[in-house]
C-alpha cells in the first residue's frame, strides 16, 4: 500500500551544478509494523551522499537501487544496510548512475518511531565537472502481506 507523503528534500535545482555541499533534512514517523522509502532521483556516477540518521528507537535503514528496492525486503547486496537505535552517519557513494532509496524500516518495531534524515551531497572523483542533486520522492510501505 504507497500513501502520498509530502516533499523529502528541497535541494539546489536541478539544472545547476552541485556546489561542494548542498543539504536537507526529512523529518517522518515511520508507524510500528511499516516501512518508509525515500527515492533519490537521476543521481550520477561517483556522488557521494553523507547521511546523519537519528531515531527515537530501533529502526533498520538500507540504501540500495531502485531496482533492488521493488524486491524490498529481498534485497541481496545493499550499499549500506543496518539497525540503529539512537543515531548514525554514513557516506555511501553511487556505483552506477541511476535512482537510488533510504529504506527507513520498522516492520519488526512494536511502536512508532521518528526519524529525521539529514543529507548532504558532495562531489565525487568519478564526476565530471558538477552534478544535479537528488531529487526525492518520499514512499511510505506496509507491512508484508
Do not use: C, H
Not at 535541494?11 to 526529512?26: E, H, K, R, W
Not at 544496510?81 to 543515531?87: C, F, G, L, P
Request: a positive charge; charged letters at 25%; hydrophobic letters at 40%.
Amino acid at each position: 500500500m504507497r500513501l502520498a507523503v509530502g516533499l523529502l528534500l528541497a535541494l539546489v535545482m536541478t539544472t545547476a551544478p552541485v556546489p561542494a555541499a548542498a543539504q536537507a533534512t526529512y523529518n517522518a514517523d515511520v508507524p510500528a509494523g511499516k516501512w518508509k522509502g525515500v527515492r533519490l532521483n537521476n543521481l550520477p556516477k561517483g556522488v557521494a551522499i553523507e547521511l546523519l540518521i537519528k531515531t527515537s528507537g530501533d529502526v533498520g535503514v538500507v540504501v540500495t537501487d531502485l531496482a533492488s528496492y521493488r524486491r524490498f525486503p529481498n534485497i541481496g547486496r545493499p550499499l549500506f544496510r543496518a539497525r540503529i537505535v539512537t543515531r548514525v552517519r554514513v557516506t555511501v557513494t553511487m556505483p552506477e548512475p541511476g535512482d537510488y532509496v533510504v529504506v527507513l524500516d520498522n516492520r519488526a518495531g512494536g511502536e512508532s518511531r521518528q526519524v529525521e534524515i539529514s543529507a548532504g551531497v558532495r562531489r565525487g572523483r568519478e564526476q565530471p565537472g558538477g552534478a544535479s542533486p537528488p531529487r526525492p520522492e518520499p514512499r511510505r510501505g506496509g507491512s508484508e502481506t
